[in-house]
């Protein structure tokens, strides 16, 4: 792995980068999920008391990620914004930041939020570049520079979509069913990643040196289904804790390091009852 990614861990040809963002350096590309822009001002419009800086903040980031990876294309795996209110709020610093990369091919992959409200993105179905098959690739309206696609994305090798509990196994590239107790990622076996998805704000509770109280970061979660699960981007977001089963995986992001956590991480903690 290029020593410039400092902290960060390799996992089947992508880079995991320690601010809650992946990079998939043979493609260009940069992806992120749940960016929820303009949510703290749609807060502070409903008079919620929240600070005012963090769509700045997920911009500056960004902007760092980009000069980091040098990406040709940077995918949202859904909720760049969080409502139509928050759209109205971010659409001149998107534009603004927008006019900081035209070269960019900037791509989203819908999520809920996107969807919410009485706005829906418009949908033109075009001929794929290499598969052929139809796509939804349409330039959006209220984002100036934005290439929305179809929910479930083929994406060189993989299929990105926002919230993997939408689809089948079928559709993730034809993993077998599994029971409620059952592993399709034994521990003796190789790491294999088939979708990369958001939606779930994975965090996970670590113990600390003391013991008795655990610390609550966002982590990128692999699943039993072979989905890996992004951290939100967003500054301003909440975090849903996971407790992984045996053979999923959990890598840690904290903060300037991206940690992967033993495997079999979550039968010891329950054990032990510090998750």
């Keep these: 792995m290029n020593p410039q990614f400092t902290g960060a861990v390799a996992l089947e040809g992508m880079i995991l980068l320690p601010g809650c963002a992946l990079f998939r350096p043979q493609q260009g590309q940069l992806v ?25 903040d997920n911009f500056d980031r960004l902007d760092r990620f980009l000069a980091l990876t040098a990406a040709r294309q940077l995918v949202i795996l859904g909720d760049l914004s969080h409502d139509a209110l928050a759209r109205r709020k971010a659409r001149d610093p998107w534009i603004t930041w927008r006019d900081r990369h035209p070269a960019l091919d900037v791509v989203l992959v819908p999520g809920n939020h996107d969807l919410k409200g009485s706005r829906r993105f418009p949908v033109e179905v075009r001929r794929g570049e290499s598969s052929g098959a139809a796509t939804v690739a349409v330039v959006d309206q209220v984002w100036p520079g934005l290439r929305v696609v179809e929910p479930v994305w083929s994406s060189e090798g993989l ?24 592993s399709v990622l034994p521990d003796e076996s190789p790491t294999k990643v088939l979708a990369l998805c958001g939606h779930r704000h994975p965090v996970v509770r670590v113990p600390t040196l003391a013991g008795r109280h655990a610390l609550r970061r966002p982590c990128f979660f692999l699943d039993r289904r072979a989905c890996l699960h992004l951290p939100a981007f967003g500054s301003f977001t909440g975090g849903h ?5 045996p053979g ?12 992967a956590l033993p495997r079999g991480f979550g039968a010891r903690s329950r054990a032990r009852g510090s998750i």
Excluded: M, N, Y
Excluded at 40 to 55: D, I
Excluded at 160 to 181: F, I, K, M, N, W
């Design 159 to 182: 299929v990105l979509l926002h919230d993997a509990e939408t689809v089948s196994d079928a559709a993730l590239g034809g993993t077998r069913a599994v029971g409620p107790q059952t």
């Design 248 to 259: 999923e995986r959990v890598f840690v992001d904290a903060i300037d390091r991206v940690l």
């Design 32 to 56: 992120v999920a749940d960016v929820h822009l303009g949510k703290a001002a749609s807060f502070r419009a409903k008079g919620v008391p929240v600070p005012e800086c963090s769509t700045s």
């Design 241 to 245: 804790s996971v407790d992984p089963l």
